[in-house]
């Protein structure tokens, strides 16, 4: 079983930033963060290879920063020009390449 803990969320106003951090009990291939908001389906925000390759959804590109330190098996998501819309539970997502794990969820919500 692999266990994902995550921190960094909070209240915060539009145009501000916020990072937050995952960090996973083993060595994950896939590692990155889904977000749901309130009657919403969860949706990609960013995913980060092992190797360097990334993924974002196109709503937070050029606004948001997915890195990782594998020594470490933690995941990073630095969110900045934070909007209202960017409103959600933000969920760390890892997948050692045969299955999904998923943290407990952090709210991120922000003030306009």
């Known amino acids: 079983q692999v266990q994902l803990v995550e921190s960094g969320g909070g209240l915060v106003q539009a145009g501000g930033s916020l990072r937050l951090s995952c960090a996973a009990s083993?060595?994950?291939?896939?590692m990155g963060w889904y977000r749901q908001a309130p009657g919403k389906q969860r949706e990609l925000v960013a995913t980060m290879a092992k190797g360097g390759n990334t993924n974002y959804v196109d709503s937070v590109k050029g606004r948001f920063t997915i890195s990782r330190d594998n020594a470490k098996n933690t995941v990073y998501l630095q969110m900045n020009s934070l909007k209202p819309e960017d409103t959600s539970v933000y969920y760390c997502?890892?997948?050692?390449?045969?299955?999904?794990?998923w943290g407990q969820g952090t709210q991120v919500t922000v003030s306009s």
């Open positions: 997502y890892g997948n050692p390449g045969w299955r999904e794990y």
């Open positions: 083993r060595s994950l291939f896939t």
